[in-house]
């Protein structure tokens, strides 16, 4: 059975999957900690690319330091200069952690042609960056469809991945809102060869994703059975998601092997989930980990 644990105070709430030290123990714990993760003054963390083997370079950003690291995974079309990205990296250096933000192949700063991205190679892509960047072991936060890759990535690594935190993670995602089309409406993508999707986020108003993405995409759906991932697992996820809704969270809770798994959600939080509220969250749930970690080994 789920445990339900109301936290008045931030106005959100837990869902607890397993048996486990969690997030209600937080607050009163390390109130200390809590202004520390945003410094006035930032420093500067230099661009760096990892070349690879007739694969595009990838950008990245890493911050030395204690383990376990964290790796900050973007959502579709995303970089790592996002207000996520940059409150961890900043949350970590306070910690004394490792941190690695990047670019996937085709977005920001990495090579790589955006028409020709996949979510095949974005998942080469996190993996290169586990293989050939982090030192021990890490915690990997994905965002959007970065919490999709980062359930392909515990699989794939699960001697290195420890720990895994989603923000509204799009597992499936595109390949489901696909299939809820009307038939109609697919036939006429599969003869234009392009979805456009509505999107607020989007100055154009819509996401133009190529029918050979969501074709491909199906080949790493993961949501129609077990999914083996063992490690602790925390899904965060806002109410107010008109993008990814907070249901598929629950789906991923519902399907991972993990016996410690919380979901969290926030009643007025969208999509993106990064108001300070949001971000506050964020960075405890990482320092919550990080103690857990830390005590079992």
Known sequence: MAAWVPCRSWGWAAVSFGP???LSALLPRKPQRAPRWLPVCRQKTSVSFLNRQDLPKLAYKRLKG??????????????????????????????????IRFDYSGVGSSDGKPEECTVGKWRKDVLSIIDELAEGPQVLVG??????LMLHAAIARPDKVVALIGVATAADSLVTQFNQLPVEVKKEVEIKGVWSMPSKYHEEGFYHIPYSFIKEAEHHCLLHSPIPVNCPIRLLH????????????????????????????????????????????????????????????
């Open 238 to 297: 806002g109410m107010k998601d008109d993008i990814i809704p907070w249901h598929t969270s629950m789906q991923v809770a519902d399907q991972v092997v993990s016996k410690d798994v919380d979901v969290i959600l926030r009643k007025h939080s969208d999509h993106r989930m990064k108001k300070k509220a949001d971000i506050q969250l964020l960075v405890y749930t990482i320092d919550d980990l990080i103690d857990k970690l830390s005590i079992v080994h």
């Open 66 to 99: 204690k383990s376990p690291g964290i790796i900050f995974i973007p959502g579709c079309r995303s970089d790592m200069n996002g207000t996520k990205a940059m409150a961890i990296e900043e949350f970590c250096k306070s910690l004394g952690h490792a941190c």
């Open 143 to 148: 965002s959007s469809l970065g919490g999709w």
């Open 20 to 22: 486990h030290r969690g």
